[in-house]
């Protein structure tokens, strides 16, 4: 019996759905570095050397906004153009793989995954997956473009821009604010409206959402009208986790980031109350998901620093723009850990049982990253003459992709910068793939061993 292309497509996609990704993220990354390195990306008409434009095109399709040159004054039109497109195409591309992958191994092994929204009703499939690209699509343009308006009119009329640079302005940043890429246009990021709400509230809100992830935004609008005409919130394990971590998170970095750097007079101690409130707010939005930032990192104090690798490490939400570990598998290991120390059998979140696989697989992410970032700061270490707690942040923001800089990027080695490259990259597709992989490789074991217990602790 012959099967069709289509077919033969589709069964190699499903059986390999982690090789997909990567070699569809590699393929971008190769066609921006080379769109990047053409002389009429530079504003100069010099042509880019490779590490440069590698180091680029992989921080631009990983969303992270880690630079080696300042963005507005060293590319041109086209090449901000290609950056642009690039942060679209990988944001895009990211919520949809992961949102696919979860329909993909849900129809293998007929399960459905809570990365999915409306997990527990069991109502997404395969045939769902056109009704899911819409619904990328919508939701991206509208957030994107609802912001970029914004921020336009703010450009024009509360700074003078032009009515040409500031639709410009607005959109570049829109863009990268949703799909958590930190890219900006001026060498002081966003520094320079630090006490202007309107340009920094709104920026927040696109990180916000992007972060959060695609299948709880589309619950959410989902359960919109539910909501209206029962007043009950019907919401999944996975949508409940993101949203309450997430807001926890959230108002633990602004406390922390007030507390650590109050009076400090190169970050907040510059500014009035309510200047201290809105950019501590900020830099805590900032912190887990974009590299956007109106504070000066290298001026920060090592505490703060340590509290933002933290807070960089776990990340945002599954299946959307943020990196990280995410915000569900910090949640899943808090309540392992509770349930141990209460001496219950079963982790317990919300009134739901969690899955021993689910356990499994959280702990492997987790200490996967951990082991990769410590390996990568020891290598980093060894081939730069920066102090650990500098070298470790940036770690863990390419790895975590969320792309702040204490500004020592630009002065690595070469050998230096090809490491945050593979750990953009790695940071990116890692918790995605590799969660699919070991769901797809999850089998039952049909005898049991003999049950010992090792000494822990």
């Not at 970095?253 to 500014?271: D, K, S």
Request: proline fraction near 3%; aromatic fraction near 8%.
């Amino acid at each position: 019996m012959v099967v069709a292309a289509p077919q033969r497509a589709r069964a190699l996609f499903t059986a390999h759905p982690a090789r997909t990704v990567v070699l569809g993220f590699a393929g971008v990354v190769v066609v921006g570095t080379a769109l990047l390195m053409l002389p009429a990306a530079t504003e100069t008409g010099d042509a880019t050397d490779l590490l440069t434009a590698l180091f680029t095109s992989t921080s631009a399709v990983c969303v992270t906004g880690l630079a080696v040159v300042d963005t507005g004054t060293y590319w041109s039109g086209f090449g901000e153009g290609v950056i642009l497109a690039l942060i679209q195409v990988g944001g895009f591309g990211i919520m949809t793989m992961a949102s696919l992958l979860a329909l993909l191994v849900s129809g293998r092994l007929r399960l459905r995954m809570q990365l999915t929204a409306q997990a527990e009703t069991k109502s997404l499939g395969i045939g769902d997956v056109r009704k899911v690209l819409l619904g990328v699509a919508g939701t991206t343009l509208a957030v994107e473009l609802g912001v970029g308006a914004f921020l336009a009119l703010r450009f024009r009329f509360g700074y003078g821009y032009g009515y040409g640079e500031s639709p410009y302005l607005g959109y570049f940043h829109a863009v990268s604010a949703f799909n958590n890429a930190g890219f900006g246009l001026h060498a002081d990021s966003l520094t320079r409206y630090a006490q202007d709400p309107w340009i920094t509230l709104p920026i927040a809100l696109a990180v916000i959402l992007g972060g959060i992830g695609f299948p709880v935004m589309l619950e959410l609008l989902r359960h919109r009208n539910r909501v209206r005409t029962t007043g009950r919130r019907n919401w999944t394990l996975h949508s409940k986790l993101t949203v309450i971590t997430s807001v926890v998170l959230l108002v633990v970095g602004t406390v922390l980031t007030g507390l650590l750097e109050w009076t400090n007079p190169a970050t907040l101690g510059a500014y009035d109350v309510w200047g201290k409130l809105l950019n501590s707010f900020f830099y805590s939005s900032m912190s887990r998901t974009a590299g956007f930032n109106s504070l000066d990192i290298g001026a920060l104090h090592s505490s703060t620093l340590l509290m933002t690798c933290v807070l960089m490490f776990i990340g945002g939400g599954s299946a959307g723009t943020a990196g990280g570990i995410k915000v569900t598998t910090f949640a899943v290991l808090a309540a392992a850990i509770l349930a141990e120390v209460r001496g219950e059998t079963h982790s317990v979140v919300l009134g739901r049982r969690l899955a021993p696989h689910v356990l499994r697989q959280a702990l492997t992410v987790a200490l996967l990253g951990v082991g990769l970032v410590m390996a990568a700061t020891l290598a980093l270490l060894s081939v730069s003459k920066e102090p650990l707690d500098v070298i470790l942040f940036e770690v863990v923001s390419a790895f975590a992709t969320v792309g702040l800089s204490t500004g020592i990027t630009a002065d690595l080695p070469a050998i230096g910068q090809l490491i945050l490259v593979g750990l953009m990259f790695i940071g990116r597709i890692g918790p995605i793939t590799l969660v699919s992989a070991l769901a797809l490789r999850e089998r039952t074991r049909r005898y049991e061993l003999p049950e010992e217990r090792p000494v822990i602790g």
